[in-house]
Every structure is written in structure tokens, then in C-alpha cells.
């Protein structure tokens, strides 16, 4: 163990670890009983290994994926295990050459005050240092973290966007949708959000300069595209599925490009999801849907991180997150994912 | 009026056509009461026109969506208009440099026995001089015809595929399926198809040489997929829609790409189309789905009639046609492709 730092956060022999556990697979909507709460001793790392401090977990729709048995593109959380969780945390002892306490480092951390790591366990959970010059702590959450790197490629690379497009993307108020508005204006694209209620809308519109946004909460998603997209869509970010991926898919132009990241509307589903029924309109405007996992690429997030960066530098690209407060509020927090409630990235502040 | 030439087919003064319009949109199946049978003089045709004996018709899935009101790739077939369909006829009378009397063409005749056009009409209607020494009347409709062009251009261009990939091709028995499946195993893949009924199953394997045929009315398609396509599916060229898309949707590999072709199993619904409820799958996988239309490929026809015409030469492409005798029986003949009934490319001789 590295004893030289003396950083705010340090371990003692007394420290101890609360995890929240997968206790149970849901049905539907995550309940208290499908967590248990447990306490830890903390241990000092072996060889190669190192201890972190979390600050700051990221909570993701996708969370709602893991905790579901069956083959997806990553293995479900198993029963008993911590929660499955990105986050930022400070190293507070290391016996690994790449970090030395004192670190803020970000990967996953699980739903825990403290990770400890082997050296093979570090690596398979991603755990890199992060500048903070770059941007804030809940920044690389957000715009620096996976969130921003899904709307960077899905939005690029799987969407196609091009100067001219007409973008339109759902979730416009969260943690995807926001990289993903912003950047396609950045772009020179028309971007439309749809987002729920006035107060998100207006926050998309006034402060983060898409040209429009749609309430979807307010009625008639339809007409509201046909106003907002008289060209067409060109490229449609879907972050939710459901009716909305329906109504977009009647007002795709020719050669257009939809970008499945999620299907938040689906996934607490006990019936079976809702397919999109116009799909045959892919057909009609010679159009694709195509599937997106962020992790893909990996190997060029630095060169994404150093563009997005740069715009937030320059003020070109703002974030919102927000923030609950509190390792136990975890599971009641997750739930603001589901109910639209969430205002921005959500984040759990742990330390 | 060119009559310099003497062919087995000439116009007469008292010439009458015989032709089927749309008397009204059909809810569900077509009913006979949905069509009407009018008769018409024929008349000579004005300069730059000419006047097209038919001789047989392409009867296709897509003539369904063309009876439905509604924008989709190409204007409907209007209350009362002559139905739209493309054929093969003998030109009998010709005032347009392009044509003579005694030429064979293609394009859309309509369903009709003779069709009449100005010059704008016959470019309109794509017509064009076919080379009865590269396939009978019969393949000129169906492998080197629409059917073959959109399986070439939807595997090759839409599909992507390339040796050593797994292709599944579903309305494997008929005119798009059969260019799909035989060209797919010219080009090294694996090809596995989905037809109705033993016979077709048996056919598509014997004859046409696919490495396996699932017999959807014989049960679980998913089971079959899982023991034919045990390294996942990487092109899915889909003709049918409905149950059989969400099952190859559960079988589906990295990358997969799926060809949106058409959707027959839902054509004559009465209700929603069937949504592709494990469109999922397309993230899981980083899979597309895509839609095409063969129009779009025009001009590179030539190029691929000649390729399909030396296999057909060559012997290493096979085409069947299920020849239905009789424009009255139209209305009849084109359930078959809805039932299933048909075996092989669909044609209706007229003359």
C-alpha cells in the first residue's frame, strides 16, 4: 500500500464498505426488496492491486438491462453480486505502477463506497485517470464519460449527421440527448429534441440552442414532427422506443438513418416490447435502423473526449446534471430514470 | 404505324383489349368485387408512340401496397386506373425510333392485353428491348427481371454479403428468394431458406442447392435457425415480416444486416402491422435493418442481368416459374402469392 499521499480521503482499519447487492431479477419496475443493503470490512490491495474511494456513481437506463437474466451484449449482474455501476473515485491506496493514491479515476466502480482491485480486475473494469482540467467530476459522467461517448459515435459513426441533416433525438433532456442535440448543432444539423414536460423543452431550446423541441407529454408527436422536420428526418437518435420511435419512423426522409441506443420505454415491460410497427418504412425511404454499443469504441474515446472537451472549454457545449445525494438513495434514485423525473444527467454523489 | 412488319401478333381495326382496373381500395385480402373487367378498342398509335401486344405479366407481393391509398415508394394504383404491372410483351406497332414491330420488351404494362403508349408513356413505363437469348420470357421476369434485380442489389448492395457468411432468406420458393439463395451460394456464403410446405423445402435444397430449408408450417422456425445457423446469422433477407422476422431477429450475429424487402405475412392486414418486437436484437448485436428499393438500381440492371444470365447459362442458377393461364384469372392468381400457394415466380400469360 502506497502510504506516501495524504490525500483528504484515506483508508483506516475501521473503514468500512456499504455495497448495495442485486438481491433479486425485477418484475417491471425495480423494487426496495430486489436490493439488499450489506457492510464490508475494506481490505488493503495485493500486489498490483489498488483501493478507490467512490465520489460519484453514473446511473443509466441501461442499469434496468443488467439486471435482467439472458444474453444481452454484456453479462447480467448475477444475484448477490454489487450492482453493476460506472462512476469517479479517488485511489486511496495502490500497489499498481499506473496509479498512485491521490488519483481521480473513472470505470466500474459498482454501488459501493469503496472498489478494491486486483491488477486484472482494473483493467477488465476500465479504470482510467481522469484530468479534470478537462472538466468537472460530474462532467466525466456526463459529456466526458458514457454518455457523451454514445451520443459521439452513435450520432457520427452510426448516424451519419451532416451538415444539413435534420436530427431529431428523444431523451433530448438527458444525459445522451444532451451531447447528442448539442453536438449535431455543432455540426450545423437542424436538431429537434422531444423531451417530457415544458420545463425540459424550454431548458433544451433556450439553453442548449436546439431549434425545437417537442413535449411528448403534451399530445400529438405527430403533427409536432410535421411542424418541426418539414424537410424530414434525417437522422433519428433514439434513446426511448416505443410510440415515439413509431411516430418518428412516419416522418423519415429518404436514406435515413436511426440510431438504437435505447429503448427506456420498454424496459421495464412485464409484457413483451413494443415493436415498431412502421418499420415498413424503412422500406419506403430506403432507410436503416441500426444497433449501437458504446464500448465498440473504446480505443478512440480520447480523441472524442479532447473534441467535447474542448467545446465545453468554449462553451459551445453546456451540461446539466442531477445530482442525489447519498449511497442508500440508490435504488429510489434509479427510479427517476424510468418516470422521466430526472432532470439532466443523474448522478449519485457518494463521497 | 410501322407496318413493314409482318409478326405472328398484328392489330386489327376491330382489335379489342381486354383490361382489370382497381373499381375500389380492398380492405384485407382482395375480393373479386374489387376489381372490374373493362374493354376497350385499340388504337393506333400517335408519333412517337407505340401499341405492346402483352404476353405475360409479373404478379407480385408489392401490388398489394400499390392498391392501398397513401404515400409509399410509388403513387398507388388510382380508383379506376388500369392495374399496374410489369410484363413482357411483342411490340405490334411502333411510331418510336426505339422500337420496331416484332421486338420483345419489358416494363410496365399494366394488366391489360395490349398497352398503348405516347413516348413520354414508354419512358414512364421503362420500357425496354429484353434478349430471348438470355432467358426465356418467363426468366425475363423473374430472374432477370424486377424479382432478380432486387434480390441481386438487396443481397449485394443492401445485405453486404460475402463468403463465409451465414444468409437467410425467407419466401426462399419464390422469385425475389430464389436469386437471393442460389446467388448467395454462387458467392461462397452459407444459405439457409424459409419456405412453406415440404415441397418447396425439398426443391429449394435439391435443386436449387441451399444448404438448408426451415418449413415454417412445420413448427418452431427458432429451434431450426438455432440448429441451421449454429454461427448466428449475418444477412437476414427478409420478404415476409411478421413472426418469422422477430425469429431471426433472436439468431442474428455481430454486425448482422437485415434487408427489408418486403413483408407479405402482413400486406392484407386488417389491423396494425406486426412490429418487430425483438428489434432490440439490433443493439445487442451492432445489427441494421434496411430497406430497399429495387428502382433505385436501374441503372446498373445491365450489368447485373448479364452476370444472372451466365449463371443461368452456365447452369449454376436455376429459376422456376408457377404460370397461371388467362388475364381473367387474375384477380384469382394473385392470392395465391398471399396464401402461399404460388411455387416459384408468379406469371400470368395473356397471349
Same mark, same amino acid.
Given at each position: 500500500m502506497n502510504t506516501a499521499a495524504t490525500p483528504p480521503a484515506t483508508m483506516h482499519a475501521s473503514t468500512h464498505n456499504r455495497q448495495i447487492r442485486l438481491a433479486r431479477r425485477p418484475v417491471g419496475m425495480p423494487v426496495r426488496d430486489d436490493w439488499s443493503f450489506t457492510t464490508e470490512a475494506v481490505v488493503e490491495p495485493a500486489d498490483g492491486g489498488l483501493l478507490v474511494k467512490t465520489r460519484a456513481l453514473s446511473l443509466d437506463p441501461a442499469m434496468r438491462g443488467w439486471m435482467n437474466e439472458g444474453k444481452s451484449y454484456i453479462a447480467p449482474v448475477a444475484i448477490g453480486e454489487v450492482m453493476r455501476a460506472g462512476g469517479i473515485g479517488e485511489?486511496? +491506496?495502490?500497489?499498481?505502477?499506473r496509479f498512485a493514491a491521490g488519483d481521480l479515476v473513472t470505470g466500474a466502480l459498482g454501488v459501493q463506497e469503496y472498489a478494491s482491485f486486483t491488477e486484472a480486475e482494473a483493467k477488465k473494469a476500465g479504470l482510467a485517470k481522469i484530468d479534470t482540467r478537462l472538466g468537472s467530476v460530474t462532467q466525466w459522467l456526463n459529456v466526458l464519460g458514457m454518455p457523451g461517448m454514445t451520443g459521439y459515435f452513435g450520432l457520427m459513426?452510426?448516424?451519419q449527421a451532416k451538415a444539413g441533416d435534420t436530427v431529431v433525438v428523444s431523451g433530448a433532456a438527458g444525459a445522451v440527448g444532451q451531447t447528442v442535440g448539442q453536438l449535431a448543432r455543432i455540426k450545423g444539423c437542424r436538431v429537434v429534441g422531444i423531451a417530457g414536460g415544458p420545463a425540459k423543452c424550454e431548458w433544451v431550446v433556450k439553453?442548449?440552442?436546439?431549434?425545437a423541441c417537442i413535449d411528448y407529454k403534451a399530445g400529438n408527436v405527430k403533427a409536432a414532427l410535421r411542424e418541426h422536420c418539414p424537410k424530414g428526418v434525417d437522422v433519428y437518435f433514439d434513446n426511448v422506443g416505443g410510440d415515439i420511435l413509431d411516430d418518428v419512423l412516419t416522418r423519415i426522409g429518404r436514406g435515413a438513418r436511426i440510431v438504437i441506443c435505447g429503448a427506456i420505454s420498454q424496459?421495464?415491460?412485464?409484457? +413483451?416490447v413494443q415493436g415498431p410497427k412502421n418499420y415498413m418504412s424503412l422500406l419506403v425511404n430506403r432507410a436503416r435502423m441500426e444497433g449501437m454499443v458504446v464500448f465498440d469504441y473504446a480505443d478512440r474515446y480520447p480523441q472524442a473526449i479532447a473534441e467535447l472537451a474542448g467545446y465545453l472549454r468554449d462553451g459551445r457545449m453546456k451540461s446539466k446534471e442531477d445530482v442525489v445525494l447519498g449511497i442508500e438513495n440508490f435504488p429510489k434514485a434509479l427510479l427517476k430514470l424510468f418516470s422521466g423525473e430526472n432532470f439532466g444527467k443523474l448522478v449519485l454523489e457518494v463521497a
Open positions: 485511489v486511496i +491506496a495502490s500497489r499498481n505502477p459513426e452510426v448516424g439553453e442548449l440552442g436546439f431549434d424496459y421495464n415491460n412485464t409484457t +413483451a
